[in-house]
């Protein structure tokens, strides 16, 4: 079997890269923070809080909900969307175990 080039990585790597890759567009940051400062589910259209069409809103949904980040639950015909607090903050631990990996106090560029 032939692995892809990003399987010869580590576990931890692969799975900081996928989170990180989700997180890496403007309009999913918004959604998130949007979500996180209503503080409760938002039942209806999110895409009338931010400059972007409906479907591209829901593409980045969809992205988000993929990766566990946010949940939504059908309410008759309308969507409850929430933060799901157990994965950002699972999330929030790799991303410092990572930066933590990469910080060094004593580190200088050789000229």
Do not use: W
Not at 57 to 66: A, C, G, R, S
Not at 86 to 91: A, C, D, P
């Amino acid at each position: 079997m032939v692995q892809s080039k990003t399987e010869l990585f580590d576990k931890t790597l692969i799975e900081q890269a996928n989170y990180f890759k989700v997180l890496a567009h403007p309009a999913r940051l918004q959604i998130l923070k949007f979500l996180a400062d209503t503080q409760s589910c938002i039942t209806g259209d999110i895409s009338d809080d931010l400059p972007l069409g409906r479907t591209t809103v829901n593409q980045h949904i969809k992205e988000l909900k993929d990766a566990g980040l946010i949940q939504g639950h059908i309410n008759g015909v309308k969507t409850n969307y929430c933060l799901n607090p157990e994965k950002l903050k699972h999330v929030k631990q790799l991303l410092t175990n990572f930066l933590q990996t990469i910080d060094s106090p004593l580190y200088h560029c050789k000229k």
